[in-house]
Nanobody
Framework: VQLVESGGGLVQPGGSLRLSCAAS????????MSWVRQAPGKGLEWVSD????????SYADSVKGRFTTSRDNAKNTLYLQMNTLKLEDTALYYC???????????WGQGTQATVSS
């Protein structure tokens, strides 16, 4: 099983980043997926969920209206489009497979997004 995130980087406040998560070794199209982040010195923060077929998404209040989660099951890839980035969005972003409320069984290694002027 592998989840490999990419797309992080350094961006100015107000800018955008698009994260990707390539999945392999499990049935991605049958998996409920999440984005979770960890800011420096802080705990894990749930960011977003997406259902198996992408027909329903949910977001933390801190990112609602700015972030969009999507998936391409033909490519086994999960995406997180992050717009209007703020300093407080600086974090290591993980994709994970969700098994139940606040429970995950597979995690990627994370990709760093840094928002700085």
């Amino acid at each position: 099983v592998q989840l490999v995130e990419s797309g992080g980087g350094l961006v100015q406040p107000g800018g955008s980043l698009r994260l990707s998560c390539a999945a392999s070794g499990f049935t991605f199209s049958s998996s409920y997926m999440s984005w979770v982040r960890q800011a420096p010195g802080k705990g894990l923060e749930w960011v977003s969920d997406i259902t198996e077929h992408g027909d329903y998404t949910s977001y933390a209040d801190s990112v609602k209206g700015r972030f969009t989660t999507s998936r391409d099951n033909a490519k086994n890839t999960l995406y997180l489009q992050m717009n209007t980035l703020k300093l407080e969005d600086t974090a290591l972003y993980y994709c994970a497979r969700k098994t139940s409320w606040a429970s995950y069984d597979y995690w990627g290694q994370g990709t760093q997004a840094t928002v700085s002027s």
